[in-house]
């Protein structure tokens, strides 16, 4: 299920989903336009919420679970997210990215040892971090989940 956007503004760049809950809220309308389309053939799209989110539960629904650490300052983040939002059709299908603020979301940073943001982490089913990577777009993003772990 893709959550429903919302709070667009004007970003430093043209950007494609909205990450609500970031303290200045970053407008990509595109992306969920992109990702809302033929949702069955796409990779998911998720924004983490710290009181709504079930990673575990996700994670344990046979897709390959990737959380991106994003903030809105952050100029390697908005770039990324660009990335994504033009070429999210080049996302391998069966990978889901859940979208969490850095700022915020301190209890998931400490979890899976996130010191900047930025910063992608692949999840096992059990919603165990078994790898972490900085930066990469879509190549990044596909080529780390390639071998994901089934365990």
């Known amino acids: 299920m ?9 970003a430093a760049l043209a950007l494609s989903i909205v990450v609500a809950a970031s303290p200045v809220p ?11 389309a033929q949702e069955d053939a796409r990779a998911r799209l998720i924004q983490y919420e710290s009181n709504a989110t079930d990673l575990t539960a996700i994670a344990a629904d046979g897709e390959k679970t990737v959380v991106f650490f994003f903030a809105s300052w952050c100029p390697n983040c908005i770039l990324t997210l660009s990335e994504l939002s033009e070429k999210w059709s080049e996302v391998e299908p069966d990978i889901t990215l859940v979208i969490a603020d850095y700022d915020t979301e301190t209890e998931l940073k400490s ?13 096992d089913k059990k ?24 365990e």
């Open 127 to 150: 919603a165990d971090g078994v790898k972490l990577w900085n930066a990469g777009g879509v190549a990044g993003l596909n080529e780390n989940t390639r071998q994901a772990p089934s």
């Open 111 to 123: 979890k899976y040892g996130v010191t900047y943001q930025d910063t992608f982490v692949l999840l």
């Open 2 to 10: 893709i959550p429903n956007f919302h709070r667009f503004r004007g």
């Open 26 to 36: 970053v407008a990509l309308p595109a992306f969920a336009q992109v990702a809302g």
